[in-house]
């Protein structure tokens, strides 16, 4: 299995507050990517980086950014959480040398806002 | 806009009963057309990664096969553990490996 990790896996905060998930990897890949996953809406991107400091927009970025300052750690982060930001946020890591798509994901952080 | 619609939302099948996942997409420059199975609680896996019309690929039960406008997922004869939600996604020609992921199809298998 890839080596990705995810923290925290769960978390409940209060609609304001400011909020980060971390995604680590082991893997040493140059690409890495924050989905988020809601009912009838499937995975949808959020940022993704392709190096240190190399990052860019998804789909759905208003109201998060992201931080790569280590090939290995790739930072979410809600300066201001809200209620539609919740949802399952899964992190994933692509091999840029082989080209294909084929993305390995983590467990996934499940995030309540109250 | 680039988008991708998985049919049925949801499958409910018997052991042994074959049947087949549609996934339908629209894309500008179709890169790859992925499948990814999901178990609850659990990331994505990848299991197959097709490139253009008429290609096809097979792992165990699963067959997976493409057109210029849709892909379909068979399953033959399935098994219990074959239950999970099965993702379909494109990539286009925008680089970076970025996925377009459709909403999946759930698949229950009964003994």
């Known amino acids: 299995d890839a080596g990705i990790t995810q923290s925290p896996r769960h978390k409940v905060t209060e609609t304001g507050t400011p909020v980060t998930l971390r995604c680590h990897q082991t893997?040493?890949?140059?690409?890495m990517y924050w989905y988020r996953q809601d009912p009838g809406h499937g995975l949808r991107l959020i940022h993704y980086?392709?190096?240190?400091?190399?990052?860019d927009k998804g789909e759905v970025s208003d109201g998060y950014s992201v931080s790569r300052s280590k090939t290995e750690d790739f930072l979410l982060t809600l300066e201001s959480a809200t209620s539609s930001q919740t949802s399952v946020y899964f992190c994933?890591?692509?091999?840029?040398?082989?080209?294909?798509?084929?993305?390995?994901f983590g467990e996934g952080s499940r995030l309540t806002v109250l | 806009e680039d988008q991708v619609t998985q049919s049925p939302e949801a499958l409910r099948l018997q052991e042994g009963e074959s049947s087949s996942l549609n996934c339908s997409y629209t894309?500008?420059?179709?890169?790859?057309l992925f499948w990814y199975r999901q178990d609850p609680g659990k990331g994505p896996e990848f299991l197959f990664t097709?490139?253009?019309a008429g290609e096809e690929k097979e792992k165990e039960r699963l067959k997976a096969t493409l057109t210029k406008k849709e892909s379909f997922l068979h399953i033959t004869a399935p098994k219990p553990e074959d239950s999970a939600t099965y993702l379909c996604?494109?990539?286009?020609?925008?680089?970076?490996?970025?996925?377009?992921f459709g909403a999946g199809t759930r698949l229950a298998v009964h003994p």
């Open positions: 994933a890591i692509s091999d840029v040398s082989k080209n294909t798509g084929e993305l390995f």
């Open positions: 893997e040493n890949h140059r690409y």
């Open positions: 980086s392709y190096g240190v400091k190399d990052t």
């Open positions: 894309v500008s420059g179709l890169r790859g």
């Open positions: 097709l490139y253009s």
């Open positions: 996604a494109v990539e286009n020609g925008g680089g970076y490996n970025k996925l377009i």
